[in-house]
């Protein structure tokens, strides 16, 4: 059974309303088998800080293959698609750390990485900064006015230099040109005592939320300070480059650098969702898994008045949620996947190779839910070299990112085999969260009655 229509237009609502509270899926967090990486943890971090460094609007994978030759391909997965501007960052951000190397200690090229990475994310914030800018500088009018704002002198003062340093940025956002090096040179610098600032903030967060709730109450407005986003955008984003700065120093990529790097871009890949809109559909779809799950209410007809509201609000999101971009490390997985059942190439040249990946998919941002639920089923379904594949640990509350859509493997019955399991993990979280949110008690050994279940109903 096809697990996309229970994902898609089913489990997003549910999440909405799980009484955990918001979107958090599911109920409780899946139980991943424990595997050991075959890269290093140093490996892992690097990879995986060096995707959030790259990052612009879009999550980002990557995959790194080291031929017998000088080469070193990383393979470079974006969910939109922006990958042209990403290998030209990713170039140069390289290089730069390779002559940081060569040059350990040295400010001027530890500040040309800070240069190169937030001229990147610039172009990031520069498409949501302007929006928020004004909202921002209404709250601190507000804030500055304040007579009976908590906290002392020197914590107030700590917040003015945040929005001194901020105000500079946004100049230098708003103007045309921001490549100029001496200019990017001086935001480094102010970024780097922002870091500071903020730093002093975050240990007084009481007085931080007391000044948002005042400022709620005035104005009805948000709670949230207006340019949270920006303000944590652009701090992790220089905790990222200090760290990358810090693991890529080691000695175990000391060969990665010898390397020639290449960078091969994997274009994205939209599939058309196409559900159909009558009701009947969704009951039987919803009747299949109660029956599945032996929920043993499910002829009970309150249920099924409960679950009227979820049917109604499914079909509506069937009727506009048309495609979905497959997400950028499964992305990478059935790239990789197919290029083994490819016959090997003539020639190794340029991003070409016959040589497997790396056993690691470094991302930008932790899987979400039905990405993790995925790389499960893949490792559980494939005996071979790739069945160790993993992407960074998932967290303990998974998003769910919808619209998502199923890559194919290459092989008609692994892709069948992997849908399987798939499905029934999804529609076990689905059955939980019914069970939950309506008070019925699942059997006690669902996940053993689910999957005998299945197999005597095919
Ligand atoms: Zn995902």
């Known amino acids: 059974m096809d697990p996309l229509p229970l994902l898609n237009l089913f489990t997003k609502r549910a999440s909405q309303q799980a009484k955990l509270g918001g979107n958090v899926w599911p109920l409780n967090a899946p139980t991943h088998s424990p595997h050991t990486l075959d890269v290093t943890d140093h490996f892992a971090a690097a990879f995986d800080t060096l995707a959030a460094v790259c990052e612009t609007s879009h999550r980002i994978a990557m995959t790194v293959t080291l031929p017998p030759d000088e080469r070193m391909i990383i393979a470079l997965a974006e969910n939109r698609c922006e990958v042209e501007n990403t290998v030209e960052f990713l170039q140069s951000l390289w290089s730069a750390l390779k002559c940081l190397r060569g040059n350990s200690g040295s400010v001027e090229k ?17 498409q949501h900064v302007s929006s928020m800018w004004m909202d921002a500088m209404h709250f601190y009018g507000f804030w500055e006015t304040s007579t009976t704002k908590s906290g002392d002198e020197s914590i107030h003062g700590e917040l003015r230099a945040a929005f001194r340093i901020l105000s500079r940025v946004f100049d230098s956002l708003t103007r045309t040109d921001t490549s ?20 002093v903030l975050s240990n007084a967060r009481a007085i931080l939320r007391q000044w948002c709730n005042d400022y709620e109450q005035a104005f009805n407005g948000t709670a949230r300070f207006p340019l949270r986003r920006y303000f944590t955008g652009c701090l992790a984003l ?11 120093d080691k ?24 559900y159909p809109l009558d009701k009947s559909f969704y009951e039987s779809y919803l009747d299949d898994i109660l029956d599945r799950c032996e929920i043993l209410a499910a002829k009970n007809s309150k249920l099924w008045q409960a679950l009227e ?27 990789h996947q197919n290029q083994r059942l490819v016959s090997t190439p003539e020639e190794e040249v340029g991003t070409e190779t016959a040589t497997p990946p790396q056993n690691y ?8 839910y039905a990405c993790a639920v995925f790389m ?22 998974p998003r769910l990112q919808v619209p998502w859509a199923m890559p194919k493997l290459g092989n008609a019955e692994v892709d069948r085999s992997v849908q399987r399991t798939v499905f029934m993990m999804i529609c076990l979280d689905y059955a939980k969260f019914i069970g939950q949110q309506f008070g019925y008690r699942l059997p006690r050994s669902t996940q053993i009655t689910f999957k005998r279940n299945w197999q005597y109903n095919r």
């Open 180 to 199: 100029n090096p001496v200019q990017m040179v001086d935001l480094v610098t102010q970024i780097h005592s922002l870091y500071a600032h903020c730093e």
């Open 238 to 248: 220089y905790i990222n480059i200090v760290s990358l700065i810090d693991v890529m």
């Open 309 to 335: 509201g979820e049917i109604t609000h499914a079909i509506a999101t069937a009727n506009e949620m048309k495609s979905a971009t497959i997400h950028c490390e499964l992305r990478l997985l059935s790239f």
């Open 110 to 126: 530890r500040n040309d990485i800070f240069v190169i990475a937030y001229r990147h994310g610039f172009h990031r914030l520069k």
């Open 376 to 397: 499960d089923a893949y490792r559980s379904e494939l005996a071979d070299v790739f069945d160790r594949m993993c992407t960074q640990a998932q967290s303990a509350n």
């Open 251 to 274: 000695t175990e990529f000391d060969d990665m650098f010898c390397r020639t790097l290449r960078i091969k871009a994997i274009q994205p890949v939209i599939v058309t969702l196409d």
């Open 361 to 368: 998919i470094a991302t930008s941002q932790p899987p979400c």
